[in-house]
């Protein structure tokens, strides 16, 4: 590589990171351009979503949870992964990164032309008495995963607690209760995933009981205790103490920024880095993508955070192609959300009621019960549609799903519905697939739209 | 009811009909409008689509295939279905139908201020020799699924055939064969259900023969044998002869409107009744909906027919709001199809490949093979999915889909995408759903969009 080439550097190797290099590489060769990325964690391209399924044991082996290796990046596409090398300050005048690299402690400048944030998020974690007792865990990176599985193999903990009911601790409290642990889930707000309007997560939380998961909903953690030897050995919340050996902690993550603001690039509303539609910071060297960026939110104008692979990739495709030299644009999100929940599947797209209430819309919802299969088709299973409806107009705003195999991604569909801003009226007339081992003849989808349909126009 | 009470008059008490009798009472009741249907069958309002899986006892009771009875139709809504009725002749001027009760052999008149026409569709039977042997069935009305599953209890046949490769006749191969008939398979096209495009199909073909289907493509029926007790004993092919003790019919069907025709509504260029947005027919009285009636395909722009029970229902749901004061609109067809052969899920949407070039498009189609979930997951299992673009613009103009279990569903955010009529980017843009048991983070569908948006912009 010549003393003119191009270089371009990248912080964070995962789903943003990797992918804006290797939409950079597929447009500029190494000669043109040189690619470099940094991770401070041990694994680069991973699948996060993944972790509770390993720790669970559903998923056996780490490595597969690994979508692209260093070795396979500089072998294949000529992009050099740091592992273990945390970038700790960004000098935009000078055009450097200061690295540390964590295990020889020796710190040591690059020098680029481009930037591109990727550095995802951190969990939330208040600060509560007791919270670094041993047993206490994230569940954000693969690291953290594999240190997870590694103490309940060593502990065998017999009762655990999970602080927080997003998806991610339903997931985990699926994986504990699988393997034969007491669970408790605890969660300030009166129902878990409280992105559900209230109808929707009662159905979730007699799941979860289901598979026996203790609920300790409308309580607030106060604290940890621990024992003698530094072992978390209980909960405390308002209205009790639990007992556990092993707390996961499960309260929802934030943009990873300090970096990136430290250097002068702009927060935006969210707290998240501000970008434009090609994903350029305020700064004109700096990208930024995935969990650290902003997003806007289609059906609200809002600027949002989501912490979710499908946009890190994508983010990370658009800075790909613009730092390559072609042109795209990301065009924000729809909230859209999936998980399984024991034999449960739960779906979201657009907004809530709630949330369409706070975003000015005046909203008129549908509950809609339905078999995912026809009626009489062995396997047909409840299913039930909510749609979220602006009043007047017709217009769906969101839409949520709750119930058993074949149920979630039926959200597609409607989440195509509310990204075309179509009506009720107008997605009961689309031309969806029906066979009896798929679905009643009105499909679920499109028999919650005709009753949505049908009292608009009576 | 009064002398002055308003007469509809439906001919044909399947979806089609019954949904426009239900939506014309939702809005008029019994003391302002008289609803009443004939239908010349044993059964009202049932599903044809379920009829291969009565065949084979996936099903066990013909009850469970039948919505709603005549019994109910009067107690609910105070409709009158009156079955085993065939309307023999509309007199326009006069206002009156011929109706014959078929048991009794008695014909009566009655008179109608709105008829609604709701005639389905006939089987395509060509006139080939020894075609009316016994053991020759078609699979069109329950009525043929009755007698067709009499006869392989009363007759046990070792071997059977099926003529056409349509996804009845295909559902039909998979129903035989659970019942351990030797199954034949014969079409004239070289491939089964010719509507998809060929790379597609050789998957279809793959999956018939794994349940033990032999397929003999590319070969036109020339006749049929019989013994001397009048029963089927062979088909005779351009290729040579296939012994078989029972033949089922699949060759398609075509819409049934020679009632409708003799009484001087006019048939359209596809051979369907003409109707116009609201399912009006020529015939100011009159209005059609159902497999009887034309539809627009909204990507060719051509007027097609489609003989699908999700069209009829929604047909009819329009016929019935107008008939009832209201206003709707039927928006055409895209035609979405999905079956279910052996383990592997078929669907499909918008245009083919050689349709598109038909229709005068210009195309660029890929082929995105992934998984059902992350490849990672259990039960994570092959899906392909192909695109039909059109080249330059990017528009997305059809696909097809072929995979394993919760592959087909994955068509309805295809078939939203062709309605909305989005470029592949735009596609590849939506939030979708993801999560691990569900798909890889590039859910098939977008993976397609972004091979096809990667090609355009490369």
Redesign the interface.
Known sequence: MGALTRRLLVIGAD?AGMSAASQAR?RRGPDDLDIMAFDRGNFSSY?A??IP?FVSG??DQVE??IVRSPETFWDKQSIQVHLRHEVVEIDLDRGVVLVDHRESGHQREHGFDDLVVATGSVPVRPPLPGAGAEGIFGVQTLDDGVALRAYVADHTPRQAVIVGSG?VGLEMAEALCALGVETHLVDAAPQPLSRLDPDMGALVAEALRKFGTVLHLDQEVAGFEAGAGGEVSAVVTSEGTIPAQLVVLGLGVRPNVALAEAAGVEVGPSGAIAVDQRMRTSQPAVWAAGDCAEKRH?VSGRFVTVA????A??EG?VAG?NLGG?Y?T???????????VGSL?V?T?GLGEAEAELAGFVTDSVLSESTTR?????GAAPITVKLVVEQGTGRLLGAQIVGKE?A??????L???V??E?TVE?L????????????P???P??AAA?RAA?RL??
């Open positions: 789903a597929r699948s979503c993944g399924y559903v998923v597969t949870l998806y289609r979710l692979g499908t946009h990739n994508k495709r192609i072609g795209a990301f065009p924000g999100v729809l909230g859209t959300a999936a998980a399984k599947e779906a797209t026809a009626g009489y088709f062995p074949g979630a991604k039926r959200i597609d569909a989440a195509l519905a990204w075309n179509m107008e009961l007339g689309v031309d969806l697939s029906y066979a009896p081992p798929f679905s003849v009105w499909d989808v499109v005709r049908d126009s009576s």
